[in-house]
């Protein structure tokens, strides 16, 4: 989108002779501009009369139809992707427009970036109308010139509105399209609103309208994003993200503290939401001969449900306001919808290890039948579209990305040094209260049952997230080592209820009901499990907390 600033730029036929006068402009333009503010929505399926019906709440000062080129340039080095700024031209019927936008931040589906506009004659840039001060120290602007290339154009329709929304101005872009690289290329069906003038509260506000769409998702990435992804021909990311630690850098407080974990996982959270959809849309057909496996579809999935309850513990430790009670609630409610998950990877889990599980059955064949089609059954794929695209969803993550972007807000305004605020006390003060949440991860005497090792789960993996997220602030060794006692005690718990899923299986097997065998077997193998994994619990009490 265009910002502002570029209204007040129109240089045609430039010249050697206009460079200086350029350049004073340009001036003008840096100090004039702001951020280009923005709340990107991806769309499944036709939307533009949904949303004209929405948009009919409010006064529309402006209304066109524009068809938009944009041509993407870069170097052979990719110089521009690696300072992390992009350089296009944008030819619609009235102008062609030469646009650089540089390194900005994306919170969830919210995009802030600055962005400098030149209207000029022709379809190459010339990098020398821009200032010099965005460009890095070591720039050499005259070989980049020469160096320009198309990588890759995007060509879309846009539907373009211009609303007055309580005492702001907001420009609403219906984009349909594609981005194009040679012979391929990749659909663009999406929602933009751009804050023109006014305040972000109100950009909000009116996204909160537009979540209420069926068949909408926040995006963190841009088309340009895109474009360099299909221009380097990338395949589907099938490695979820792990949540990792907070880095070694200075932190004012608390509450800078609980930011940047709660930043840490959301942004896990939206990698492997992407992940997961680039993934549905590349291989989630039944019919697609190079579809991936249940074990890939699985870990993809797990890594997206574990991400989403990061956040939930993140938000569960901070201060209780209403906003974050309210999204915290709408979270926890939220991921019920993911159990299904852990069905599939208990029932995935019994045809993996069936060698070892069902060993001394004489019916194992027909057993592992039953699984595979309970798997079926259970239909990940089309319920985990169905999420990703939901309202419930849409607007889960829009509230996540407002509460993060007010927190962001507020600390570079209000936050001051603490005095003797210490990082590694904070930390370790929210491993004690994770800690006790639950007399299983602290309780060295006390024998538990199966329920009460079941019901653990969330709370062993909430106190595995944390140490993740906090690792890089102790001694690593020791980190690993809890790490590692407790993965284990995790582990043997999920092959407990493993078990318990086989005695479900064999209870619809008539054959296997009338074998007493069967029944001393199962006995047998729980019986077993069940103290590998009170002791292994018991081990992993006593293996010194690394926070200490």
């Not at 537009?210 to 963190?220: E, F, Y």
């Not at 997961?276 to 579809?297: I, K, L, P």
């Not at 007010?406 to 904070?426: G, H, L, M, N, P």
């Not at 005690?489 to 074998?515: C, F, M, P, R, S």
Request: glycine share 2%; proline share 1%.
């Amino acid at each position: 989108m265009q910002a502002l600033s570029a209204s007040f730029f129109h240089v045609k036929h430039v010249s050697r002779e206009n460079h200086l006068l350029i350049r004073r402009l340009a001036v003008f333009e840096k100090l004039c501009m702001s951020d280009e503010i923005e709340i990107k929505f991806l769309c499944r399926g036709q939307q533009i009369d949904n949303l004209q019906q929405i948009l009919s709440q409010w006064s529309v000062l402006e209304q066109q139809q524009l068809s938009l080129r944009n041509a993407y340039f870069d170097t052979p080095s990719m110089q521009f992707r690696k300072w992390k700024m992009g350089l296009r031209i944008r030819s619609s019927e009235l102008e062609n427009t030469q646009t650089i936008k540089t390194a900005g931040k994306v919170i969830g589906g919210i995009h802030q970036r600055p962005e400098y506009n030149f209207s000029i004659d022709g379809d190459r840039p010339d990098l020398s109308l821009f200032n010099d001060e965005i460009w890095p120290k070591s720039a050499n602007i005259e070989l980049m010139q020469s160096q320009l290339a198309v990588l890759f154009a995007t060509d879309f329709v846009r539907q373009r509105w211009l609303i007055e929304f309580s005492n702001s101005t907001i420009e609403i872009a219906y984009d349909q399209g594609s981005i194009v690289v040679d012979q391929r290329s990749s659909a663009i069906n999406e929602i933009e609103l751009e804050l023109i003038s006014g305040n972000v509260d109100d950009l909000f506000l009116l996204a909160d309208s537009v979540a209420l769409l069926d068949g909408l998702r926040l995006s963190n990435v841009s088309k340009a994003q895109r474009g360099y992804a299909l221009a380097a021909q990338s395949l589907p990311v099938l490695n979820a993200k792990t949540i990792a630690s907070i880095p070694l850098q200075g932190f004012r407080d608390s509450q800078s503290v609980d930011k940047a974990l709660l930043e840490r996982c959301f942004s896990t959270w939206q990698y492997n939401e992407n992940a997961v959809a680039a993934a549905m849309q590349e291989y989630g057909h039944e019919n697609d001969s190079n579809r991936v496996s249940h074990q890939t579809v699985l870990s993809l999935l797990q890594g997206l449900q574990e991400s989403m309850q990061a956040c939930a513990l993140c938000l569960s430790l901070l201060p209780n306001d209403k906003s974050t009670q309210e999204t915290s609630q709408q979270l926890t409610t939220y991921l019920e919808r993911f159990h299904v998950i852990n069905d599939a990877q208990q029932y995935w889990y019994l045809i993996e290890n069936q060698e070892y599980l069902f060993r001394g059955l004489s019916t194992k064949q027909h057993l592992n039948e039953i699984i595979e089609q309970r798997l079926l059954e259970l239909d990940l794929w089309n319920k985990t579209t169905q999420n990703i695209y939901s309202t419930q969803h849409c607007q889960l993550v829009l509230a996540m990305t407002k509460l993060i972007y007010s927190a962001s807000s507020q600390t570079s305004i209000e936050s001051v040094q603490e005095s003797d605020f210490s990082v590694t006390a904070y930390l370790s003060s929210l491993q004690s209260r994770m800690q006790s949440r639950n007399k299983l991860l602290s309780d060295t005497q006390t024998q538990f049952s199966d329920a009460e090792l079941f019901a653990s789960q969330l709370s062993i993996k909430d106190s595995l997230i944390l140490s993740q997220l906090s690792a890089a602030w102790f001694d690593d060794a020791q980190v690993q080592s809890y790490l590692l006692s407790w993965q284990d005690v995790l582990a043997g718990i999920e092959e407990l209820v493993a078990y318990q899923n086989l005695q479900d299986v064999l209870g619809t097997n008539e054959e296997d009901k009338k074998q007493s065998s069967t029944t001393q077997w199962y006995q047998h193998k729980h019986l077993s499990l069940q103290k590998a994994v009170l002791f292994s619990r018991q081990q992993a009490v006593l293996n010194s907390n690394f926070w200490i």
